[in-house]
C-alpha cells in the first residue's frame, strides 16, 4: 500500500483557490464560538462555496441542528428545556431575569443551571450571568420547544 504526498507536497497551494480576508475570518470564528466541530464544518462548506461563508450559513446551521443539537436536545428532560428556553429569550443572560422569566424561584433554578454547565451546553463564568457555548443553540432551542 502505497502513501500518497501531502497535498503541499504535490504542488497544492490552497491559498490559489481560496482567499480570506482578515474580516471574513474573525466573523467565521465568531460564528463558531470556538466549537471544534462547528468550526470545522463552516470552514468545509466554505470551501466548497470558494470562500463566502455568507452563501452557507443556512446550510451551516442545519448540519449543527442534524448532527448535534437533536442529539443534545433529545437528552435533555423537560425542565432542562424550560431552563434552555428561558436562557434563549433574555437577552443578556441575566440569571435573575431568565429565573423570573420561566417562574422559577432561585433554589430550583440552580440545579438546572449546573447540569446545562456540566454539560457543556452553558457557560457561567461570569457571576450572574449565564450563555450557551455552543454556536446559534439559542435559535434551535427557540424553533425547537
Given at each position: ?31 463558531t ?19 463566502d ?24 428532560s ?35 443551571r ?20 455552543l ?11
Amino acid at each position: 500500500m502505497s502513501k500518497k504526498p501531502p497535498l503541499q507536497n504535490q504542488g497544492f497551494k490552497w491559498w490559489e483557490h481560496v482567499t480570506i480576508e482578515s474580516e471574513q475570518a474573525a466573523k467565521m470564528a465568531e460564528l463558531t464560538k470556538g466549537y471544534p466541530f462547528a468550526f470545522q464544518v463552516l470552514g468545509y462548506l466554505t470551501w466548497n462555496h470558494a470562500g463566502d461563508y455568507e452563501a452557507v450559513i443556512d446550510e451551516y446551521e442545519q448540519y449543527l441542528s442534524e448532527f448535534v443539537y437533536d442529539k443534545i436536545w433529545s437528552e435533555l428532560s423537560q425542565k432542562d428545556r424550560i431552563v434552555a428556553r428561558g436562557i434563549a429569550e433574555v437577552d443578556g443572560g441575566k440569571i435573575k431575569d431568565i429565573w423570573e422569566r420561566i417562574g422559577m424561584e432561585t433554589n430550583e433554578f440552580n440545579p438546572y443551571r449546573k447540569r446545562l454547565i456540566k454539560k457543556g451546553i452553558l457557560s457561567g463564568e461570569m457571576r450572574g450571568y449565564v450563555y450557551f457555548t455552543l454556536p446559534l443553540f439559542d435559535e434551535y432551542v427557540i424553533e425547537n420547544s
